[in-house]
């Protein structure tokens, strides 16, 4: 474990399903962040929250919807989703967001598929 | 075209060969990563350098500012080194290879 827990770790979803993807810290870090690993594609960030408010939603479909209740935790809700949006979902997590580039830990992720 | 391009994508080995993976980039960055991904999916960072050299055990990251280019070398290789290694540089944003996939064989 390396201090970022993502739940679950696989997750096979209809189109037409509703379900969430969580992540949860305990290193006392106030940024989070939801990646996107494609087969063959470089990681793509797709949300990011510091101290709890959302700072940057790098043009992510309404499709997935951020939540982050306090700076422990962060939620990934996923609703009428596309077989494209399968793909490996990692969250990471650092002191806050200026500092990512020198100290940041990432999840093991949740492996999503659609079908 | 991606900001950071790696080479090779997949790379076999024999148990024991020095390995070197090759990075470059086109963008403007004031720091170089080097990120192991082991198959369960988590990602581990194992150097950033902005210059020269570093040497972590069996690993050595080297950095060449003015071409732009960076190499991870793995000496003595061994069945656990197998996994996903991920280039990234850091500027305004952080720029991500797309992984070179390494399998060493026993």
């Known amino acids: 474990e390396t201090g970022v827990t993502q739940t679950p770790r696989h997750l096979v979803m209809g189109m037409t399903n509703k379900k969430s993807l969580k992540c949860e810290q305990h290193?006392?870090?106030?940024?989070m962040y939801w990646y996107k690993q494609s087969a063959k594609k470089p990681l793509e960030l797709m949300f990011v929250?510091?101290?709890?408010?959302?700072?940057e939603n790098n043009s992510v479909p309404s499709r997935f919807s951020p939540e982050c209740p306090n700076s422990s935790h962060l939620f990934l809700h996923l609703h009428t989703l596309q077989p494209e949006d399968s793909a490996l979902y990692l969250c990471?997590?650092?002191?806050?967001?200026?500092?990512?580039?020198?100290?940041?830990?990432f999840g093991s992720g949740t492996r999503l598929t659609v079908v | 075209k991606n900001e950071v391009e790696q080479s090779p994508q997949n790379l076999t080995a024999q148990e024991g060969e020095f390995i070197t993976i090759n990075c470059s980039y086109s963008?403007?960055?004031?720091?170089l990563h080097w990120l192991q991904q082991h198959p369960g999916g988590g990602i581990v960072s194992l150097f950033m350098l902005s210059s020269g050299k570093k040497k972590h055990g069996r690993l050595i990251a080297t950095i060449n500012i003015q071409e732009k280019h960076s190499s991870l070398h793995i000496t003595a290789s061994h069945p656990r080194d197998s996994a996903v290694y991920i280039c990234?540089?850091?500027?305004?944003?952080?720029?991500f290879g797309t992984g070179t996939s390494l399998t060493v064989i026993p």
């Open positions: 290193l006392g870090h106030n940024a």
């Open positions: 929250y510091n101290f709890k408010e959302q700072t």
């Open positions: 990471a997590s650092s002191q806050d967001r200026q500092t990512f580039h020198y100290g940041y830990t």
């Open positions: 963008v403007g960055i004031s720091a």
């Open positions: 990234a540089g850091t500027g305004n944003q952080f720029y």
